[in-house]
């Protein structure tokens, strides 16, 4: 699988906008990316996934850049409990039935009161 | 609904002894069944996938095995602990809903130490 690149981590004011990025320059052309998130003590849930255009959904919005060597996560008014380990990853959908997710080491999200 | 349920939520363990840790999912039938472990302060490393009863996939060599004995049931298991096997398991779920499409579930996770 393709490999992601994310920082470490950030820091955001609570009730702003937050930009999460994610490089993929590897990425194919039957590589999905998908975003996960990681709430602290808790297993990750699912927040978002797209292949090429730019998605919404009641969590959070996925732009895609127009060569898809990148990503970003965007949290519209982040709130304290957006705090978490953000991860991203490309999952190759040729692959069907080996469905197997790769979790790198994320970004973590601290979000300042 | 689905839901996953894992069992313990903590465990703490004398190195050598055994272990068995159990993940059921109710509400789906034949769903692709995960275990991870995460390691205090790192990323999740998948161990084993099963896309079927009896079918084990293992992604890391190491003294852990799993088994499929019913279709929505993972148990994870180790006849000797190390201590590096300390950390948080998750057991996760997935459907195959579309090639797109690979949400996974998980577990609320069980808390190993090993002493």
């Known amino acids: 699988d393709a490999k992601t690149t994310q920082p470490n981590s950030m820091e955001s004011n609570e009730e702003e906008p937050v930009h999460l990025p994610c490089n993929h320059s590897?990425?194919?052309?039957?590589?999905?990316i998908h975003w996960y998130r990681q709430l602290p003590s808790q297993g990750p849930e699912y927040v978002i996934h797209g292949l090429t255009s730019n998605v919404n959904n009641r969590m959070a919005s996925l732009a895609i850049a127009e060569d898809r060597k990148s990503s970003t996560l965007i949290l519209h008014r982040a709130t304290l409990r957006d705090a978490a380990v953000y991860y991203c990853?490309?999952?190759?959908?040729?692959?069907?039935?080996?469905?197997?997710?790769?979790f790198g080491t994320g970004t973590r999200l601290t979000i300042i009161p | 609904s689905q839901t996953i349920h894992q069992w313990p939520a903590t465990l703490v363990q004398p190195v050598g002894s055994p272990l068995s840790l159990e993940c059921t999912v109710e509400?789906?039938?034949?769903?692709?069944l995960y275990w991870y472990r995460q390691a205090a302060g790192r990323g999740l490393q998948l161990l084993f996938y099963?896309?079927?009863?009896?079918?084990i996939s293992s992604e890391v060599p190491q003294n852990l095995s799993a088994s499929r004995p019913q279709d929505r049931q993972f148990i994870l298991s180790s006849k000797k602990l190390l201590l590096s096997d300390s950390g948080f398991y998750l057991c996760?779920?997935?459907?195959?809903?579309?090639?797109?499409?690979?949400?996974?579930?998980f577990g609320p996770g069980t808390r190993l130490t090993v002493l």
């Open positions: 099963s896309v079927g009863i009896g079918q």
């Open positions: 990853i490309l999952r190759d959908i040729s692959n069907f039935g080996n469905e197997k997710l790769t």
């Open positions: 996760a779920w997935g459907r195959l809903a579309g090639a797109s499409y690979n949400e996974q579930f």
């Open positions: 509400g789906t039938s034949n769903p692709n």
């Open positions: 590897t990425i194919s052309g039957t590589d999905y």
